[in-house]
């Protein structure tokens, strides 16, 4: 008897003991564990103790009490201001010079294999430069062939139309008396 419970303590459940008291358990591990609590006494007197420890909870609990109208803005308040002093002002300089240490530790640590991984790196920024540079040029001619068509479509209407001419005339003028009625000290 002594053997067998020297040999459940060593393989007791004993994070399951939790979970069996929350319910958490398929029914079949339920039944399992409670056959272990049968012949181990140590996981018995855990799980008497887990279930004292929710019993006093819930009666620590039970008595309805109010927070105070402004508990919220209260603790925001406080932890606002305890958060001010935990930032060092050198802060910076040494999380650079921690990075700056790994990265030697690295190439350190790469060896004679170094230089065909900063080969690899090389080409990859090289690719990415090239890509970028080719999305560049693109915008950069496509913006420049539709201002090359609307100037030309532009001057089509501005030089030859009457229409567009007094389009332009009215807008000014709607704009000039709007800007008349909400400048200060101006009365129409």
């Known amino acids: 008897m002594n053997l067998q419970t020297e040999k459940t303590e060593n393989s007791c459940p004993r994070w399951?003991?939790?979970?069996?008291?929350?319910?958490?358990?398929?029914?079949?591990?339920?039944?399992?564990l409670e056959g272990h609590f049968s012949v181990c006494p140590s996981c018995a007197a855990e799980l008497n103790e887990q279930k004292k420890?929710?019993?006093a909870l819930d009666s620590a609990f039970e008595k309805d009490f109010q927070l105070p109208a402004d508990f919220t803005k209260t603790v925001v308040i406080k932890a606002e201001s305890n958060v001010k002093g935990l930032r060092c002002p050198k802060e910076r300089s040494r999380a650079?010079?921690?990075?700056?240490?790994?990265?030697?530790?690295?190439?350190?640590?790469?060896?004679?294999?170094a230089e065909s991984v900063f080969a690899a790196f090389t080409t990859f920024f090289e690719q990415i430069w090239t890509?970028?540079?080719?999305?560049?040029?693109?915008?950069?001619?496509?913006a420049f062939g539709l201002t090359v068509i609307l100037r030309s479509i532009g001057h089509q209407f501005?030089?030859?139309?009457?229409?567009?001419?007094?389009?332009l005339a009215g807008f000014l003028a709607t704009f000039l008396f709007f800007i008349s009625r909400f400048a200060p000290g101006t009365k129409i």
């Open 96 to 113: 650079l010079f921690i990075c700056t240490a790994l990265l030697i530790l690295t190439i350190l640590g790469l060896g004679s294999e």
């Open 53 to 55: 420890m929710l019993c």
């Open 158 to 167: 501005i030089f030859n139309s009457v229409f567009v001419l007094l389009t």
């Open 16 to 32: 399951e003991i939790a979970a069996y008291v929350d319910g958490e358990l398929s029914p079949r591990e339920e039944l399992e």
């Open 131 to 142: 890509v970028a540079g080719f999305a560049a040029h693109l915008i950069y001619d496509i």
